[in-house]
Nanobody, 114 residues
Framework: QVQLVESGGGLVQAGGSLRLSCTASGRISSINAMGWYRQAPGKQRELVARVSSGRTIYLADSVKGRFTISRDSAKNTVYLQMDSLKLEDTAVYYC????????WGQGTQVTVSS
């Protein structure tokens, strides 16, 4: 059993910042990648950012220059620093971990207000 615990969502004004964190625990022998997806109302879930075990980083074009992803392998934790937030960043953000299988967090709401 693998558990992902997310934190850091909330309400912020446009232009503000939030930092999400996600820690994986349980029966997870190795982690290949950790990342974040988001899903806005009426839209499909999309990949926002991912960091691989080799430290390769992917960032969606819509967040480049504003979001930063980092990973603490010793703690099995991934962070998403979100700066210069826009209204269109409003969504439920899901942590995703790729190990022997794909694991998902419960989701954390990020709401950006004008």
């Amino acid at each position: 059993q693998v558990q992902l615990v997310e934190s850091g969502g909330g309400l912020v004004q446009a232009g503000g910042s939030l930092r999400l964190s996600c820690t994986a625990s349980g029966r997870i022998s190795s982690i290949n990648a950790m990342g974040w997806y988001r899903q806005a109302p009426g839209k499909q879930r999309e990949l926002v950012a991912r960091v691989s075990s080799g430290r390769t980083i992917y960032l969606a074009d819509s967040v480049k220059g504003r979001f930063t992803i980092s990973r603490d392998s010793a703690k099995n934790t991934v962070y998403l620093q979100m700066d210069s937030l826009k209204l269109e960043d409003t969504a439920v953000y899901y942590c995703n971990v790729i190990g022997d299988a794909a694991y998902w967090g419960q989701g954390t709401q990020v709401t950006v207000s004008s």
